[in-house]
């Protein structure tokens, strides 16, 4: 209730659509899609560039070589090595900050309106000159050696990682973004350098700028920033081969309360039904306190504190899945109780009145994506990353008001069935 009592008042207090902003697509050079929402409220520019660039790509044996190429981007660049660079974006109050998921690596950059040519000329040299220095690549290989030893001992990252070794067997999806301690290790200069030279490229990137610039002037600076990249096409990652090892797996720990992660393949973001499954899952999981699950597993039988569910959507692979955590001599009831409301939701689907209640949360909540420069741009990208069309911004608060309670019942009977479902447990699990 609350948070439908929050959307209400966003509706109110936000009456300002998505539309009002001006998102735009601008023709910058051939490869690059660019979206461009101008506004002039603060001195203030953001940009969001993704690159196909994602740990997918990592090579055979080198898992882990996307991310540790993320990380070092800022470590030094042109003449300027890590400590000179750092410093040059600390004097101008530059923010930059760079990741790798499974298919891209999304570069964000905050600046004031005066110092955006210094800014962005940072990041061209970043980008076409990195200088991937020998401290600099040891410093950063320890880090990420030492993150992995401390997922290690967290049952919510082993179920996460597990999940996707199990899910996806063969595919580059399986492996974690983050790498592994043998494919860090083996990661070389030579590596690093021609991963960013074939995947930091200016075909097939996308950007997203929102802020205090006009058209010219960003322009000028886009063509300054990545102009001089590479044109080469990075291709599409592979097919997967199979989506899902139905049943349990159990990955053993000593925790008191092991994690669970539990999914179904699911829908692209290009298929037609996504975003009525979008608005299905909210009911189902999605919607935190207001959830179908969480009514369920936390509120009548006390079996959990959080459970929820989503559905993600990579470049080649759509899910539905869910994350739980729990008593270990709790597991099996509690995996019992999210099947058994998953088959009656996907027998039954929503009701009247919950499908109301989440088209005015998801509709209601939505301009606050929109509510800084950082947050547009960042929302912007997300939705050029899912190949949607500029107008889908404006368009999408309608589409969703467009769902019928037909149209989810249909899709949660035909993707929301658990007979299908992979559960990969990290912990152990006892009977009461």
């Avoid at 660079?85 to 309106?113: M, P, Y």
């Avoid at 210094?118 to 990420?144: N, Y």
């Avoid at 009656?344 to 919950?354: C, L, R, S």
């Amino acid at each position: 209730m609350r948070k439908l009592v929050i959307a209400a008042a966003l509706i109110v207090m936000l009456p300002v659509s998505a539309q009002a902003f001006g998102a735009k697509q601008i023709n910058v050079a051939k490869g690059e899609d660019v979206w461009f929402a101008e506004d002039h409220t603060l001195h203030m520019v953001a940009m969001v560039a993704a690159f196909p660039a994602g740990s997918v790509y990592d090579p055979k044996g080198k898992d882990g070589l996307a991310s540790f190429a993320a990380s070092l981007m800022d470590e030094g660049a042109g003449r300027l090595d890590s400590k000179a660079f750092h410093d040059a974006l600390a004097d101008k109050a530059i923010q930059l900050n760079v990741e790798a998921d499974r298919d891209w690596t999304v570069v964000s950059l905050i600046t004031l309106t005066a110092n955006a040519k210094d800014a962005f000329k940072l990041l061209a040299s970043a980008l076409a000159h990195p200088r991937f220095d020998g401290d600099a690549i040891a410093r950063v290989r320890a880090q990420m050696l030492q993150n992995l030893k401390q997922q290690d001992q967290d049952p919510s990252e082993i179920a996460a990682r597990d999940f996707h070794q199990v899910f996806f067997g063969p595919h580059p999806y399986a492996h974690a973004p983050e790498g592994t301690p043998p494919g860090l290790t083996s990661i070389n200069r030579n590596d690093l350098v021609n991963f960013a030279a074939s995947h930091w490229t200016r075909n097939g990137v996308k950007i997203a700028v929102a802020g205090d610039v006009n058209t010219a002037t960003l322009t000028a600076l886009l063509k300054s920033t990545f102009g001089p990249l590479r044109a080469n096409a990075v291709p599409p990652p592979p097919n997967p081969t199979r989506l899902g090892a139905p049943g349990l797996h159990e990955f053993k720990m000593d925790v008191p309360q092991p994690n669970a992660v539990f999914a179904m393949s699911g829908l692209l973001r290009s298929n037609s039904d996504y975003l009525t499954a979008y608005v299905a899952n909210y009911i189902l999981g999605g919607g935190g306190f207001s959830s179908r699950l969480t009514a369920e597993v936390r509120e009548k039988r006390g079996l959990t504190y959080d459970i929820s569910t989503d559905v993600p959507a990579l470049r080649k692979a759509g899910l539905i899945e869910g994350t739980v955590a729990t008593r270990a001599d709790a597991m099996n009831q509690t995996l019992s109780a999210v099947r058994d409301t998953m088959t009656k939701f996907a027998a039954d689907g929503p009701t009247a009145q919950e499908l109301a209640d989440a088209k005015t949360y998801l509709t209601g909540s939505y301009p606050l994506s929109f509510s800084s420069n950082a947050g547009i741009a960042g929302q912007l990208n997300a939705f050029q990353r899912a190949g949607m069309p500029v107008d889908y911004v404006a368009k999408r608060n309608s589409l969703i008001n467009a769902v019928t309670l037909d149209d989810v019942k249909r899709v949660a009977k035909k993707y929301f069935d658990p007979k299908r479902m992979t559960v990969v447990v990290a912990g152990t699990m006892t009977k009461k």
